[in-house]
């Protein structure tokens, strides 16, 4: 059984930061590729971030220059760290990961954690 835990989500002045983390456990055998998502109310899941295995990185346009995603693969462990956060950052951000564990590569949700930036 997989599972990813993401925390770290809270409210936070504009300008701000914080720093999400999440981790998947179970019997995992490799992870391609980790990322967050957000989904405000009202619209859809959107791409925040991802980071492949070997490092690369992928950004939404709108948080280019204020987000940075990193890994930790010795613990299967994705972190995106937040700064200079603006009132429309305000979600529910949920980790991905897609990974293979006793079968081929499928796709895995965190149960999400809420970010909120006041003006």
């Known amino acids: 059984q997989v599972q990813l835990v993401d925390s770290g989500g809270g409210l936070v002045q504009a300008g701000g930061s914080l720093r999400l983390s999440c981790a998947a456990s179970?019997?995992?055998?490799?992870?391609?590729?980790m990322g967050w998502y957000r989904q405000a109310p009202g619209k859809q899941r959107e791409l925040v971030a991802r980071?492949?295995?070997?490092?690369?990185?992928d950004y939404a346009d709108s948080v280019k220059g204020r987000f940075t995603i990193s890994r930790d693969n010795a613990k299967n462990t994705v972190y995106l760290q937040m700064n200079s956060l603006k009132p429309e950052d305000t979600a529910v951000y949920y980790c991905?990961?897609?990974?293979?564990?006793?079968?081929?590569?499928?796709?895995?949700w965190g149960q999400g954690t809420q970010v909120t930036v006041s003006s």
């Open positions: 980071i492949t295995s070997d490092g690369s990185t």
């Open positions: 991905n990961a897609l990974l293979a564990a006793l079968g081929p590569y499928k796709n895995y």
């Open positions: 179970g019997s995992i055998f490799s992870i391609h590729l």
